[in-house]
């Protein structure tokens, strides 16, 4: 499975972003995606999470009320509207799923075999 990301951009603070990860390869579905960033000098961190079924959904507590994710089965994509972006928001974003089938929590990282190589958000103040 191949993922990637596009739609990161420079904003500023209190703009909108949109983010796409089209997922291509052996995709026959049944995996859980999510959406994770990191900083410079700080930790990658999951943001948003969602299920293939798109029953659950996770995100993080910095992002909860701004950051929607969504995703279109039929495309094979997954989709993270960003609103309200503030400085702090700043940061390579990357797209990731599991592995079909796979049975893990949304936040369990270390359970996403698949990742793209990322989109940078930068938010000015």
């Known amino acids: 499975v191949q993922l990637v990301e596009s739609g990161g951009g420079l904003v500023q603070a209190g703009g909108s972003l949109i983010l796409s990860c089209a997922a291509s390869?052996?995709?026959?579905?049944?995996?859980?995606r999510g959406w994770f960033r990191q900083a410079p000098g700080k930790e990658r961190q999951l943001v948003a999470a969602i299920t293939w079924s798109v029953d659950k959904r996770a995100y993080a507590d910095s992002v909860k009320g701004r950051f929607t994710i969504s995703s279109d089965n039929t495309k094979n994509t997954v989709y993270l509207q960003m609103n309200s972006l503030k400085p702090e928001d700043t940061a390579v974003y990357y797209c990731?799923?599991?592995?079909?089938?796979?049975?893990?929590?949304?936040?369990?990282?270390?359970?996403?075999?698949?990742w793209g190589q990322g989109t940078q958000v930068t938010v000015s103040s």
């Open positions: 990731a799923a599991m592995r079909p089938g796979r049975v893990a929590p949304l936040v369990s990282e270390g359970d996403y075999a698949y």
């Open positions: 390869g052996r995709t026959f579905g049944g995996y859980a």
